[in-house]
């Protein structure tokens, strides 16, 4: 074989990764759709968090952070801007004080809560201070810039809320790669993709490797494809992004959102089988019944080993996700010089 043949047979290769980590993307995003992970996740935190006095129920409960969402729904994001503002007014109103408030009556407001563990309320009181002490410095320099003390210390609160839902998405994709490892076996078991297996058949097979080559190239190139790739890279991007916010859906939009997810599992699985490889048991199991007089014992068993360390490598292959795949199949495919043609000149 070449040195095009052999990187052929790498893209072909690449490319049944993709598509199987496609469908294991699809299926973890309907068990987070059906089981509102997300949501749960950050409800966790929030009652972990603000469990003194039953804070973290209030908070849920605030008009600024409940409407987010449909009724009866629970947000999977809260911007920072909702969160602090909500906090602020909670603290605000807990003895009975009025709706808007200057910095002074926050502090005040502050210092005599019930409601805030003691370590984060003695930072937002540090944060006042802090706001406090900058105002009357830039008054005593006579600068012509004016600071807003109460937005200092918003700002402030909202970088450390920032900060703690990283965190929290880095619980939750934790969570998720877990969750990644099972559906990655259990597809690659099921489909039995065997990389041992499929590389001796691209190998000995140039029409199909020729095929897979072709199709690859389209798939780097097709709309749907990359709207795809994007949709899961942003995914990815809201679970440690707390300026974005989803917007809760009733049961029927989720269902249907579910519903598609079925539908483009329906055309990757399609689309493996359009494309002609020794995918499922059944091609397995006939290769055996064909050379059963020809095979002693130790070569079942050798048989046997091959499978499960071939199934083993595309395991853990599809288990590094469809953006990565999609990368280096970019990377690949513009390397053999398939990619997409320059647009003509005018």
Same mark, same amino acid.
């Given at each position: ?147 807003? *003390? ?83 890279? *942003? ?21 249907? *959102? ?8 329906? *055309? ?31 070569n079942y068993v050798l048989i046997f080993l091959m499978k499960i360390v071939g199934l083993v490598i595309t395991g853990f292959a599809v288990s590094m996700g469809s953006p990565f795949w999609f990368d280096i ?18």
């Amino acid at each position: 074989m070449t040195g095009l043949g052999f990187l052929d047979l790498v893209i072909g290769i690449i490319f049944i990764y993709f598509l199987l980590s496609i469908v294991v993307s699809i299926l973890l995003e309907i068990r987070s759709k059906s089981l509102s992970l997300r949501a749960h996740n950050l409800e966790a935190w929030l009652k972990d968090t603000f469990e003194k006095e039953g804070l973290a129920d209030k908070l849920l409960d605030h008009d600024l952070i409940k409407t987010l969402v449909k009724k009866g729904r629970k947000p999977a994001y809260i911007p920072d801007q909702n969160f602090v503002d909500a906090l602020f007014d909670i603290v605000n109103q807990e003895d009975g004080n009025g709706v808007t408030y200057t910095v002074n009556e926050i502090k005040g407001a502050f210092e005599k809560s019930q409601l805030l563990p003691n370590d984060l309320k003695r930072n937002i009181l540090q944060q006042i201070t802090e706001a406090e002490t900058k105002a009357q410095n830039y008054i005593k320099a006579k600068k012509d810039e004016v600071i807003d *003390e109460l937005l200092e210390v918003k700002k402030g609160v909202g970088d450390w809320f920032d900060n703690c839902m990283i965190r929290v998405g880095g619980t939750y994709r934790n969570m998720q790669q877990k969750w990644l490892l099972v559906f990655s076996f259990t597809v690659v078991f099921l489909f039995n993709a065997d990389t041992i297996t499929l590389s001796k058949y691209l190998y000995n097979n140039k029409d199909v490797r020729d095929a897979l080559v072709e199709q690859a190239s389209r798939s780097t190139q097709d709309s749907l494809t990359v709207a795809f790739y994007e949709q899961v890279m *942003e995914r990815s991007a809201l679970a440690q992004n707390t300026d974005s916010v989803v917007i809760g859906q009733d049961g029927m939009v989720l269902i249907n *959102e579910i519903k598609g997810s079925v539908s483009n599992l329906k *055309e990757v699985n399609a689309e493996l089988k359009a494309l002609s490889l020794p995918l499922g048991w059944d091609s397995f199991v006939l290769s055996l019944k064909k050379s059963k007089d020809d095979l002693g014992f130790w070569n079942y068993v050798l048989i046997f080993l091959m499978k499960i360390v071939g199934l083993v490598i595309t395991g853990f292959a599809v288990s590094m996700g469809s953006p990565f795949w999609f990368d280096i199949l970019n990377k690949l495919v513009n390397l053999k010089g398939t990619g997409g043609k320059p647009a003509p000149k005018k």
